[in-house]
């Protein structure tokens, strides 16, 4: 088909050419004294983006999941109590990997569509008085469902119940593109992967870890071996790595930092709610609901929900097949009842519009009854009326 294809998934998502030139090179001697000049200043800007100064951070040749994993296993012990709140396929799958990785995962359900229940948790950590769960792992941005949570809320009530556990935020889909304050919001791990905010293909699994989880990595007895931060502590502190780096990643990594800090990291949070609002705009124009309850509305995706007689999947293919459009598909509980719409990364209000167009158009080829160009109208109206 001609022209290209239009990927509006939420991750991966659009690489801009300059980092994909950036991506493009001869490989090089990773243990030569330059390797470092280029290393360093990754780790040291990747702090203004986790927006950390007493925080350090890492950079594994892997992606989210394998983040997860890094937290969990470099500072608790086999069979400690970690704490979460499952609403969407990601909280789900981390819990999971709590389970299958040996640790007592407490599990509390949330309906999918809202996020982290701030009272529910302090009442429960109020409860644990002998101080028996030994970290909150918390899904920022739970791309399944497009629900943002309140970690900053997070971190009050784990102050107001006095509870010393460490704090871990999943923000694979909200680094870089979300409002993120790692050392303002007491976070003690924070997790994230190169192919959502930071505009780059998979492959990257960007992480920062506060001096109160870094104490433990000497101590955990939890066996690992790939990914021991230990390994990378030893390593970095001279500007090389444990092994072989995924040298695209990392020039890659170069350029999309320089572009994200040159736009200012508060002006790539305002664009990510603007794209966002102008796509809730379409949707309530289209007269579908989202599955975010008010409140929870995330700013990188969106998930829409379709009428009982309907299913996602045929929107989905359509717009692939017929236009040549990638949208997100409902995952687990919301297979055939959602699809979703990502804006986050390399996106502006112009390429949002080609997303919310083609949407319409998939719409209406499988008979939603929809007024042609309600969508479009809606956003184009709150896209003129905000732009700068
Ligand atoms: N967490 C969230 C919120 C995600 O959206 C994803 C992937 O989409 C992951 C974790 C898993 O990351 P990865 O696929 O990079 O391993």
């Keep these: 088909m001609a022209g290209r294809n239009h990927l509006y998934i939420p991750g991966p998502t659009n690489v801009p050419n300059e980092v994909l030139n950036a991506m493009h090179v001869t490989m090089e001697d990773h243990r030569s004294p330059a390797f470092p000049k280029l290393l360093k200043p990754l780790l040291e800007d990747l702090k203004k983006i986790?927006?950390?100064?007493?925080?350090?951070?890492?950079?594994?040749?892997?992606?989210?999941?394998?983040?997860?994993?890094?937290a969990l296993t470099n500072t608790l012990n086999p069979g400690d109590k970690v704490l979460i709140y499952r609403f969407g396929q990601f909280s789900h799958l981390w819990a999971e990997m709590g389970k299958r990785l040996g640790f007592d995962?407490?599990?509390?359900?949330?309906?999918?569509?809202?996020g982290i229940p701030l009272d529910h948790l302090e009442a429960r950590l109020k409860e644990d008085g002998t101080h028996t769960i030994k970290a909150v792992l918390a899904t920022h941005n739970e791309t399944a469902t497009g629900v943002t949570s309140d970690i900053a809320g997070v971190r009050k009530a784990m102050n107001a119940a006095s509870h010393p556990a460490l704090l871990f935020v999943d923000g694979v889909s909200s680094i870089a593109s979300l409002d993120f304050r790692m050392d303002e919001w007491g976070v003690d791990g924070a997790i994230s992967g190169s192919?959502?905010?930071?505009?780059?293909?998979?492959?990257?699994?960007?992480?920062?870890?506060?001096?109160?989880?870094?104490?433990?990595?000497?101590?955990?007895?939890?066996?690992?071996?790939f990914l021991d931060l230990k390994d990378q502590m030893n390593n970095n502190k001279d500007g090389y790595t444990?092994?072989?780096?995924?040298?695209?990643?990392?020039?890659?990594?170069?350029?999309?930092?320089?572009?994200?800090?040159?736009?200012?990291?508060?002006?790539?949070?305002?664009?990510?709610?603007?794209?966002?609002?102008?796509?809730?705009?379409?949707?309530?124009?289209?007269?579908?609901?989202?599955?975010?309850?008010?409140?929870?509305?995330?700013?990188?995706?969106?998930?829409?929900?379709?009428?009982?007689?309907?299913?996602?999947?045929?929107?989905?293919?359509?717009?692939?097949?017929?236009?040549?459009?990638?949208?997100?598909?409902?995952?687990?509980?919301?297979?055939?009842?959602?699809?979703?719409?990502?804006?986050?990364?390399?996106?502006?209000?112009?390429?949002?519009?080609?997303?919310?167009?083609?949407v319409e158009m998939a719409l209406l080829d499988n008979g939603f009854d929809i007024k042609p160009g309600s969508g479009v109208a809606a956003a184009i109206e709150y896209y003129r009326s905000t732009a700068q």
């Design 50 to 70: 986790f927006k950390t100064e007493t925080g350090q951070c890492f950079i594994f040749p892997a992606t989210g999941t394998a983040g997860w994993e890094v």
């Design 242 to 358: 444990p092994y072989t780096p995924a040298l695209p990643i990392l020039y890659g990594l170069r350029k999309a930092l320089d572009l994200l800090l040159e736009e200012g990291m508060e002006n790539v949070y305002a664009r990510h709610f603007r794209l966002a609002e102008g796509t809730r705009k379409a949707v309530a124009a289209w007269g579908l609901k989202l599955c975010a309850q008010p409140g929870f509305e995330s700013n990188t995706v969106t998930a829409v929900m379709v009428p009982e007689d309907k299913d996602a999947r045929t929107v989905i293919a359509t717009a692939f097949s017929k236009y040549n459009m990638s949208l997100g598909g409902g995952l687990s509980e919301l297979l055939g009842k959602a699809f979703r719409i990502g804006h986050v990364g390399d996106m502006n209000d112009v390429s949002m519009l080609g997303a919310i167009a083609g």
């Design 105 to 114: 995962v407490e599990i509390h359900q949330v309906a999918w569509g809202k």
């Design 195 to 225: 192919q959502k905010g930071f505009m780059m293909p998979a492959g990257g699994a960007f992480l920062a870890f506060s001096q109160k989880a870094l104490a433990l990595v000497d101590t955990c007895t939890y066996p690992r071996c």
